[in-house]
């Protein structure tokens, strides 16, 4: 047995630590362990609920947005305000278009180098001149003696793509992605007023006051981003998906036990109050709901004909027996509704900031592919049939297709905000006095799984406000039964025949795109406890 | 900038140009320095000069806004200018590969150290831990060797957000206003501050290239932060002013009619931001908060966020009732 320990995992938003034990060549048991904690629902104990939105929002920089929003849900939930529909749509515009780069550079930037051989570049044959320019970047690179930040890196297995033109393709897509980001992010600034970090959702909808110029700068650029997604990042991933990884596909490598929630998002028409969001969002581009898989993990076929059912949230409870925190006497499992975050960062038995979060005592696999099954996207029913299985290349499948379904949809609501533009001023603002006492909670489908905030006002201040976040559903401990969370069941079985190189572990957790910093809510409590033999 | 641009294995001196005038402009040089930063440029590409960017407390908000760089490409900066040796979101290595790799460049010195995130010290600096070291112990160790200390964002330099938290978050010097003197044991060298939140992609890149071309920090104030960009006030330089002069308030965001008033009564900290968001913007220019219809929560200053909440509220004395 051979314990492997990846720590930092990086390419990710914040700290993460991994531990797995290999037995023969194949994954047995693994920890998941998120590492840092700021405690920001403390800090927002007794303060005014109109911070929530800005506060929450720097949870993470990532996917700064949707906190934002589902802050604000929360409290409109309290308020009891209804959006106007500018304020819907700007609100969508922002969150859609950031949606779109958010998921091509993770594919380019923070997955791509799992899967690709990037020295494979020097044997380019071709003459395309873009490409030989990459060659001769990365040779020259390679010639100077300093490849950083490419290198080091875990060394090519039996799944790497080493085929010289499609690495120095995808290469040059990677540059390609970043410079599109950028645009994208000065795309959505028009409405947010700067980014990453939109200071303009608020209470109440949006604050921004956009002009038609600016309305009509961010359509072409919309189109700038939708042309990205048609020609390159939705082909590269059919390609090297259905391709050369779709060995990976078949054997369900990253599967996890076969539970999956979606929330709903992007609301298409009328009012978005939560009211309609229980009902399953029907207006909603993407519907949320529930997906409990019978049989063992990874044997999935037929999901056309699987049983879809809504999102009950009175269903949510989190445990905290593995995690650095407190409960009060005689709970194990809270609603977020009457959650408590205290540390303890002394406690025995817990490895994790993250909580863990259930769903009717369940744990749940949140994000692209619970979305792609709630939903059961044509492409993936397709991608089903011929073979693929849940796991690694199915979440990449999934984000995918999201991000066309967006960039197709996005223009419909610029346009729509263009001609209430044309007509007068913006208004996306409805607001209303913090009620003296009040509760409320708002839910929306991050770019990495099912979001909500949950709050309670007294006395005009925040009482107690709690979060559970995509990445604690996806990377939160084991429970108070030992059952373990998403990302330490999607490395078991896993293959990894050099424990020196266990490049499947990053490929699998790197796969969900884990976004530390909103879900941990510490330190290396196991230290000492476990033998590290070989620390890789 | 077109990929065969991108592709180039060398900047060249055409990009340098570029780079010095965003400097120039950016930190408000003289033109004439233009000729010395392109020379200094051309010096340094060679031998690109590591860089570390660590990241405690954080958000990775500041990563993705120095990504957002277009002219000079942030690709171009990672590729050709710097030797980006350790930064845990954009590297290739993991774990054991990536500890190493931010060892050696520690032992080998004379690096740039970049610190995103702010640094708990409450119970030993357990709530933040990188590869079983407390963070606290992580910057103290890279901050020995290093050349010049960059603090990105409001967390790095002041605490920022999570200074209000239960984690005793603080900057690299300073805990809110105050100096904090916990490393004091790493030695004299230039510490620059770049708050607000998150970090400008601009003020950033220029002040790289700056520290590479003068081998010494810009000037600076008593915070650290660059004159050339917290050197003036947000309020005496708003477009709003006028508004704000005539006693034009927002009041209610509902109401059309008061929309590009002066959003003092809305919690405005303008009148306590030294900044330059009024001129510079965002995103390759494109707006800023308060053009947008958002007040500034002065995201710049020392005092964000624990003195600067509640942030849509009007509680600062600024003479207006
Ligand atoms: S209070 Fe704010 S909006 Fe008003 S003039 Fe000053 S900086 Fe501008
Ligand atoms: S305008 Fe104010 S709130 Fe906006 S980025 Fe500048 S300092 Fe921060």
Known sequence: MTRVVVDPLTRIEGHLRIEVEVNNGVITDAWSAGTMARGIEILLKNRDPWDAPYVTSRLCGVCEGVHAIASAQALEDAFDIELTEAGRLMRNVFCAGYYVHDHYVHFYVLSALDYLDIMAIANYKGSDPGLLGIKDKIVGLVVKGDTSPFTPRYEPDAFTVNDPETVTTLVSHYIKAIEMKAKSQKMLNFITGIQPHPNTVMVGGC?????????????????????????????????????????????????????YLAYPMLPQDGAAKTEDISFGGSNHLFKGGVVNASGARGTLSDIAGINVAPVDYSKITESVTSSWYNYPQG??????????????????????????????SKPMEVGPLARGLVNKFPALVDFFKAGG????????????????????????????????????????????????????????????????????????????????????????????????????????????????????????IRSFDPCIACGVHVIDGRTGKVKVINLQ | MDLATLARPQ????????????????????????????????????????????????????????????????????????????????????????DKALTDTIKAGGYVLVIEGAIPLAQNGKFCTIAGKTFVDIVRESAKNAAVIINVGACSSFGGIPRSGPTDAVGYLFRGKELHHVFDDVGNKPVINLPTCPVHNERLVATIVYYLTFGKAP???????????????????????????????????????????????????????????????????????IQAGVPCVACSQPEFYQETSPLYAHDYDFGVK
């Open chain 1, 207 to 259: 604050v921004a006051t956009p002009s038609r110029e600016q309305l009509l700068a961010l359509r072409d650029l919309w189109l700038e981003q939708k042309e990205f997604v048609d020609n390159v990042y939705l082909p590269d991933v059919l390609a090297v998906g259905t391709g050369p990884l779709f060995p990976l596909a078949k054997l369900a490598i990253g599967a996890t036990d076969g539970n």
């Open chain 1, 389 to 508: 299985r849940e796991g690694v290349v199915a979440r990449h499948l999934c984000r995918a297709l999201i991000t066309k379904s967006i960039v197709d949809q996005g223009i419909a609501w610029i346009d729509r905000l263009i001609e209430l533009r044309t007509a007068g001023p913006l208004v996306g603002m409805n607001e209303k006095a913090v009620p003296r006492n009040a509760k409320g909670f708002g839910v929306w489908d991050a770019p990495r799984g099912a979001l909500g905030h949950w709050v309670e006002i007294e006395n005009h201040r925040i009482k107690n406000y709690q979060m559970v976040v995509p990445s604690t559903w996806n990377a939160g401990p084991r429970d108070e039964n030992g059952v373990k969370g998403p990302y330490e069941q999607s490395l078991i079985g896993a293959p990894v025949p050099d424990t020196e190189n266990p490049i499947n572990v990053v490929r699998i």
């Open chain 2, 219 to 289: 000037e600076m104030d008593n915070y650290h932060r660059p004159l050339a960009f917290y050197g003036k006030l947000q309020h005496d330089n708003c477009a709003r002013r006028g508004q704000f002069e005539a006693r034009r308030f927002v009041t209610d965001f509902k109401d059309p009619a008061q929309q590009g008033r002066c959003l003092i009564l809305k919690g405005c900290k303008g009148p306590i931001a030294f900044q330059d968001c009024w001129e510079r913007q965002w995103n390759q220019r494109s707006n800023y908060c």
């Open chain 2, 11 to 98: 900047l060249n001196r055409r990009d340098f140009v570029k780079i010095a005038s965003l400097t120039v402009a950016a930190m408000g040089l003289s033109q004439a320095l233009n000729p010395r930063i392109v020379e200094a440029l051309e010096q340094v590409a060679p031998a690109k000069p590591p860089v570390i960017w660590l990241e405690g407390q954080g958000c990775t908000g500041c990563t993705e806004s120095f990504l957002n760089n277009l002219e000079p490409s942030a690709v171009s900066i990672l590729l050709d200018t710097i030797s980006l040796r350790y930064h845990e979101t954009a590297m290739a290595a993991s774990g054991h590969q990536a």
């Open chain 1, 331 to 360: 709970s194990t499992a809270l609603h977020p509704s009457v959650g408590v975050t205290e540390f303890n960062l002394n406690k025995t038995g817990a490895y994790s900031y993250f909580k863990s979060p259930r769903y009717s």
